[in-house]
């Protein structure tokens, strides 16, 4: 379960409010954005947008242009902060919120994209609103995070599981991550607390932090065998409860595991709030 260089997804997200009127069809204006970018970690994503009828997005990338109907976008992740309208749209573009709508969309290519955001009625359209975006690729900057630990945290005389140990306690000093958000022993999933890319969040579970350390193993180099105890046994089993933590690393005759995953009570956040799309002032960007 270790991020190959060759598959990469860049996500992004984006908070829209202050609707204006166009032609008799209501749209919403962007007036903030936030790029993020995953691969295998659960990365959340939003598109909200304000009572759209139609629209179509387009991006303009080293002087090409690709349309993005509406149909592209998809609904996907449900958010536990965010009460949804509709329980009957799961498979709809949009999920219909008080003031707005939810849905997301994909980037398949890291790089610079200047958009609009269209109201078309018929054959007319008009601009509602022009941006540039950066779309950041996700292994660029989680290499660059670990490369940058490594550095920091070893030298030269170290052996590999030297500089291994020298990681996993950066990785767990000073309270430095917590686990994926919980409300009151449970999962939850937020809109409004980001769980992921981990090396932001500084949030990871017991599924994203062995892949993790293999990828950190693989960085510092020297090992023989990487191996992702997180599959070993059936899910839940008991074999499973005392392994599934764990990254084992092996040089020679010699195995070792490492284990940084947090104490789920780290992500307690109490009673979940849910996000007033109908109040745009209070909105602020993800964490």
Not at 159 to 176: G, H, N, P, Q
Request: aromatic share 12%; net charge neutral.
């Amino acid at each position: 379960m270790v991020p190959g260089a060759a598959l990469k997804r860049c996500l992004w997200e984006i908070i829209a409010w202050q609707a204006v009127r166009r032609q008799s069809i209501l749209i919403s204006s962007i007036s903030w954005i936030r790029l993020v970018s995953g691969f295998m970690e659960v990365c959340q994503r939003q598109c909200i947008f304000r009572r759209i009828i139609r629209i179509r997005i387009q991006f303009r990338c080293s002087r090409k242009t690709v349309l993005i109907k509406l149909s592209n976008l998809s609904g996907g992740q449900y958010y536990d902060d965010i009460e949804y309208l509709n329980a009957d749209d799961y498979d709809n573009s949009l999920h219909k919120v008080k003031g707005g709508y939810v849905g997301e969309v994909e980037f398949e290519k890291a790089g610079n994209y200047d958009v609009e955001v269209r109201d078309i009625h018929k054959e007319v359209y008009v601009t509602a609103k022009t941006l540039h975006w950066t779309v950041k690729d996700y292994n660029t900057d989680l290499y660059a995070w670990m490369d940058q630990i490594i550095a920091a945290n070893t030298n030269s005389s170290m052996t590999s599981f030297e500089k291994m140990d020298a990681v996993c306690e950066y990785l767990t000093s000073e309270d430095r991550f917590s686990y994926h958000t919980m409300s009151n022993g449970k999962t939850v999933t937020l809109a409004s607390i980001r769980n992921g890319p981990c090396f932001l969040s500084h949030r990871w579970n017991s599924y994203v932090s062995p892949s993790m350390l293999c990828v950190f193993a693989e960085r510092i180099g020297g090992f023989d065998k990487i191996h992702n105890c997180y599959g070993d046994y059936t899910v839940e089993s008991s074999e499973w409860s005392y392994t599934h933590y764990y990254a084992k690393l092996t040089i020679g005759s010699e195995d070792r595991l490492y284990a940084v995953c947090p104490s789920s009570f780290t992500g307690e956040i109490g009673e979940v709030k849910k996000i007033d799309f109908s109040n745009t002032k209070v909105l602020r960007p993800a964490k």
